[in-house]
């Protein structure tokens, strides 16, 4: 993804402390930059180093000129563009801080109206930087706002700016939150130690809560998630259709691009969704050798792609393939490797990673030139926190008398550069290897804290250590990922991760575990904790009655667990409540079942 060319180029490169400089030295020594691939058409808007530094520099000056000042925090919720990419540095450039935010979604504007409103209160905006075509839907979602606390609107012009932006701006008062102002005051706020971004943490089981980024942060993490690639850099270039809304696709894609100097592809998310084969294309003709998914991406790729798509697609030039984001199966990257191994694609070229927002983003790396490394394990002795080989290899079936069975990890490998790992007890004491544990996070890339929430940053970094909320144990010194506390289930007191129970649905036509849930609720019979599974009917796919889903989602729940739910609800497409950047949200499920919030088709009770 980088075209570093001496060590003359890397000390220069190493000396950039702010993602400002950092594109300006980009601009100023390579001739890579970022193009944006249409689906439709198949061809690419490019734009050299030079020319996004120039533009954004421009865009700067105007939004200064209208009121942008120092420390302001500026939300950019625009497509994936060029819009976006100059609207971002101009932000950068101009000494504010960003807070890229999704873009309305059809059919859940209620929803979206919401959590947009409460993450522009959250992160302090007073700028909001939007294209004309959304206009009406943020119109009325901001004029809901309290007055104080209202953003002022403007937008961006789609196209490509030549040598200066004519963006013609009304004035507006931009306020510095507290946070800032007193990050900036503190011994004069080193350029490194400036806050550069406000990164979302994903809210899977908590509401997303605002993530202060400085500089330093994300120039380390960037490098050394770099360093872990092997080779020449120049050799290398990349592709995406994450949402730069998101940690991985903004600084895994893009600022790494820049970091690297490299060229780099962007794909509109809503393209992928649409089209899964156009990814697959752009990765053909940008010929990108380093790309990140999350792991149901490839499972849409498996279900939804023809072979009369693949007409001319080239995948062997994709050696480096980033997943994570989302818990990372084998059955996935295998399926994946044999579906498209007709276009060169190798299963080794599979690289699992861990990370999180707050770690701003990359925490370990699995070994780029190896096949992923699986574990077979005790499920029984996994439900009491041991990490045990399977004597069956993870072929067994449930005992009869309903205890896990095997089940199988995939390794995410090891920590990056300068990155210290732990897995503590609920004591918060480090654990032997093959303990499940919480897995705490040290080092430079470890957040500032949270926006303006002193507790809640106190309670997740402990000395430095960031207490990242996931489970997981070392095995000979490499990560593997139990799912999160808060999701775990436990029932007789043992835990069982909830992706175990929703998997379990794939075998069930018309459904399936990406638009499930599985959630504990309190069983006010038993006394005890139970859980149910909650699932969308996929739209149009399953001829069955709801009635019938049920019966089968609960049959194939406790053939392949042998763990019995208090009910299955089969609910329409779209009902349960997700993350930006789509991940279902267990927590929220579950409270919105329990207070009769769902929409229900159909639902088997025990």
């Excluded at 601009?27 to 050299?48: P, V």
């Excluded at 979604?105 to 409103?117: H, I, N, V």
């Excluded at 895994?252 to 084969?277: H, K, N, Q, S, Y």
């Excluded at 729940?557 to 997700?578: D, F, K, N, W």
């Amino acid at each position: 993804m980088s075209a570093v060319e001496s060590g003359t180029d890397r000390r220069e490169m190493e000396q950039a402390i702010s993602l400002p400089a950092a594109l300006s030295v980009a601009a100023a020594s390579a001739k890579a930059g970022i193009h944006f691939y249409s689906a439709r058409s198949g061809e690419r808007e490019s734009h050299s180093y030079a020319e996004l530094d120039r533009d954004a520099r421009a865009l700067a000056a105007d939004l200064q000129a209208v009121g942008l000042r120092e420390g302001a925090s500026v939300a950019l919720i625009l497509s994936t563009s060029y819009a976006f990419v100059r609207g971002l540095f101009a932000v950068l450039h101009a000494g504010a801080v960003p807070c890229c935010l999704p873009t309305p979604r059809l059919g859940r504007m209620a929803d979206y109206q919401g959590s947009t409103r409460a993450m522009l209160a959250a992160a302090g905006v007073s700028l909001v930087l939007s294209e004309a075509s959304l206009e009406k839907q943020l119109g009325g979602l901001l004029a809901d706002m309290p007055a104080d606390r209202r953003p002022a609107l403007r937008f961006v012009s789609p196209g490509a700016e030549a040598t200066q932006s004519n963006e013609s701006f009304q004035s507006f008062e931009s306020r510095v939150p507290a946070a800032f102002a007193s990050i900036l005051q503190q011994s004069g706020a080193a350029p490194g130690d400036r806050p550069a971004l406000i990164q979302f943490s994903s809210g899977t089981t908590v509401a997303p809560k605002p993530v202060i980024l400085t500089h330093s942060n994300i120039l380390s993490n960037t490098r050394a998630s770099l360093d872990s690639f092997p080779g020449e850099m120049r050799e290398h270039s990349g592709c995406s259709w994450l949402p730069l809304h998101h940690d991985m696709g903004l600084i895994g894609g893009l600022f790494a691009a820049i970091v690297a100097r490299g060229d780099m592809t962007f794909l509109r998310p809503e393209d992928f969704i649409a089209r899964p084969a156009a990814w697959l294309r752009a990765l053909s003709e940008s010929r990108a050798t380093i790309c990140p998914a999350p792991n149901f991406a490839l499972q849409i790729c498996c279900d939804r792609v023809r072979d009369a798509d693949l007409e001319g697609v080239d995948l062997s030039h994709w050696s480096i393939a980033l997943i994570g984001a989302e818990t990372v199966r084998e059955t996935t990257l295998r399926r994946f490797a044999d579906r498209f191994a007709a276009q060169g694609f190798r299963y080794s070229s599979f690289t699992p990673v861990y990370g999180l927002a707050e770690a701003t983003l990359a925490v370990t790396f699995s070994a780029v030139t190896d096949e992923p490394r699986s574990l077979y394990l005790d499920g029984q002795a996994l439900s009491r926190g041991e990490a045990v080989a399977h004597p069956q290899n993870g072929r067994a079936n449930a005992d009869s008398d309903g205890s896990v069975p095997a089940v199988d990890l995939l390794s995410v490998g090891r920590p990056l550069r300068d990155i210290e790992l732990e897995i503590r007890d609920a004591s918060g004491v480090a654990v032997s290897p093959q303990r499940v544990g919480r897995i705490f996070v040290r080092g430079p890339g470890v957040m500032h804290g949270y926006m303006d929430a002193p507790e809640a940053t106190a309670r997740s970094i402990h000395n430095g250590w960031l207490d990242t909320g996931d489970l997981g144990f070392l095995f000979e010194g490499q990560l593997y990922i139990y799912g999160r506390e808060r999701d775990i289930i436990i029932l007789n007191g043992r835990n069982h991760d909830p992706q175990s129970i929703e998997f379990a649905l794939d075998t069930v036509a018309g459904l399936g575990h990406d638009r499930a849930a599985a959630v504990a609720i309190d069983d006010a019979e038993r006394g005890t904790e139970s859980f149910v599974v909650l699932v969308e009917k996929e739209k149009g796919a399953a001829k069955l009655a709801p009635e019938q889903l049920t019966a089968q989602a609960r049959e194939a729940v406790i053939a392949s667990t042998g763990l019995i739910p208090a009910a299955v609800a089969v609910l329409p497409t779209g009902q349960l409540p997700r993350t930006t950047s789509g991940k279902i949200r267990r927590a929220a499920a579950g409270r919105a079942y329990t207070a009769g919030e769902l929409t229900i088709l159909a639902e088997s009770l025990r």
